[in-house]
């Protein structure tokens, strides 16, 4: 594996067609940084321990260009971009190691996701998720734009036959929040659907497969958490 560490310059022109939520956090445009030696040197670090890690996983991934952002691009998420590109912000120097690497393993699964779809598709499937064209409506511009999931065109059925819900994240007063949109048009708060809220084990960015998958392989492997209800075992080349 090689890892890159981008300057403003090198990064700019690779980040044109990157459309995030700009009305109430910072663009990137403008906002790219050089990385110091320090922070290259923990970065080369956990990487370097993730690698074993990660491998059973997800496919070999040869290289790995890193972004560094201002604080306050994106509310300071870490994203990726592409099939080898991660953005961070400085924020992320000021947590413990652990929750660094955790981090770094959760967007290294978004490059997989993107290099190998067909695999993570057939995961999703067995979480209960179905890819299907859906139309918001007057939800449409409230829609949080994520990198990493950035169409919302799935669906998730209860197992009990109950009914099928769109998971969204929507975007209002500068604040998000995950609701599941039933096919007949209602809107439920997730907390209020708990076959859903229950299902997957984690309980951050449930709006999207990509994010659940990313934290349920990131847990397991860093935190050494196993939710007994999915099977990871699909995910293993």
């Known amino acids: 594996m090689e890892i890159y560490f981008l300057t403003p310059e090198q990064s700019y022109p690779r980040l044109q067609n990157l459309h995030i939520n700009t009305g109430c956090t910072k663009a990137h445009t403008g906002s790219i940084i050089s990385f110091n030696s320090e922070q290259k040197m923990l970065l080369l670090h956990l990487m370097k321990q993730l690698e074993n890690l990660l491998s059973p996983y997800s496919s070999r991934i040869s290289k790995i260009e890193f972004v560094l952002l201002n604080s306050g691009v994106y509310?300071?998420?870490?994203?990726?971009?592409?099939?080898?590109?991660?953005?961070?912000?400085p924020n992320i120097f000021a947590k413990p190691r652990k929750i660094i690497k955790k981090i770094l393993a959760h967007e290294w699964v978004h490059l997989d996701q993107r290099r190998n779809p067909k695999k993570y598709k057939r995961f999703y499937k067995s979480l209960g998720f179905r890819r299907k064209h859906i139309d918001?409506?007057?939800?449409t511009p409230y829609l949080l734009r994520n990198p990493d999931a950035d169409t919302y065109e799935w669906t998730w059925k209860s197992p009990d036959g109950g009914?099928?819900?769109?998971?969204?994240?929507?975007?209002?007063?500068c604040e998000f929040n995950t609701v599941l949109l039933e096919m007949n048009g209602t809107i439920h708060r997730i907390e209020d659907v708990p076959a859903y809220y229950e299902r997957f084990g984690v309980k951050k960015q449930l709006y999207h497969p990509n994010e659940i998958a990313a934290h349920l392989i990131a847990d397991m492997l860093?935190?050494?958490i196993n939710y007994v209800q999915v099977n990871l075992d699909m995910l293993l080349h």
């Open 75 to 89: 509310w300071d998420f870490p994203f990726t971009w592409g099939k080898s590109m991660i953005m961070i912000t």
């Open 136 to 139: 918001f409506g007057a939800l």
């Open 163 to 173: 009914p099928t819900y769109a998971p969204v994240a929507l975007l209002k007063s």
């Open 222 to 224: 860093v935190d050494k």
